[in-house]
């Protein structure tokens, strides 16, 4: 099977996707949310010091099962918006341009394979990978190694049934096709964080997606249980919990999640300046903790709201 580019719009990568034997596992429904969660993905209201306010909604780039719907105000938010602003515009997301960049950073020099630049156990763990899966190593064996660990942890994502095309940026979009959108990052941006990586971090984070949970990245349901009931601090323990299992991964952490989100949270204060009627979407990772945006905002001067579940309306039965 020969691979393919995928892009997962707005994800933090653009990798080769894995064509995996038989069909994707589909999500049993969620369990109810807890009485104090939100009950809706994870979103904020934000109000810029100059009085404006835009809503900042939570995102999973791959959702198993049906997309959740949103909060009622975030909704009519999204509905009411003359701007939605993505991590990526997907006007500069053309995969033919994208697949250029990826080759003009990622690829290793003539008559070097990625046997040559990783331990010889690492080596034999991918060998060994290749096969159980059946991937087209051979394809891949001319990138750095950070291509092929993403190409590893969107394969095991993607096999256990979770889908880019469920997506919220992908609801969103379908929703607002009369909206200018904009981007925080461009496609270059996000792919220089991986090509930035030391060959040592590049290495550990390959071992990481080897090591990983081989049954379907058990750590991204618990993100998307928390992210669909609204709950922060489970979102952060979630991915406290897979940095710990797995370090690994660490590096692949710190490049897409706490290197990006400063950049990010500019970004939005930038268009909140220039732009009225603003929806943005970004990956739900960098919404929690003391190093998410929305810290980052309020440490701006912003305040930031987040979304609570609707009270319920006494009498209406």
Known sequence: MHAKWRLGLGAPWL????????PPLREPEPPACAPESAGF???FELH???GSRAFLQGSMHFVRGEPPALHPRVEAGLRDAEVLVLEIDPDESQPEDIAHALVEMALLPDGTRLRDVVSADTWQRLEARAAQSNMDLASL?????????MTLIVGSITQVGFEAQAGTEQ????SSLDKLTLGLETPRDQLALFDS???QDQEEMLRGALEGDPNGVSHLD?????WRCGDAAGVEAALQMETHANPGLAAFYDATIYGRNPGMAEGIADILRDESGVFVVVGAAHLVGSRG?????????????????????AGSR
Not at 15 to 22: D, E, P, R
């Open 197 to 199: 990586l030391s060959p």
């Open 222 to 226: 618990a993100i998307a249980k928390a």
């Open 171 to 174: 609801v969103a979009l379908a």
């Open 293 to 313: 945006i929305p810290a980052l905002l309020e440490q701006e001067g912003f305040r930031v709201e987040p979304m609570r579940k609707e009270p319920s309306r």
């Open 141 to 149: 064996e001319i990138f750095e190694p950070w291509v092929v660990a």
């Open 48 to 50: 810029a010091p100059d």
């Open 41 to 43: 993905p994870l979103a």
């Open 15 to 22: 990798v080769l996707g894995l064509a995996c034997a038989g």
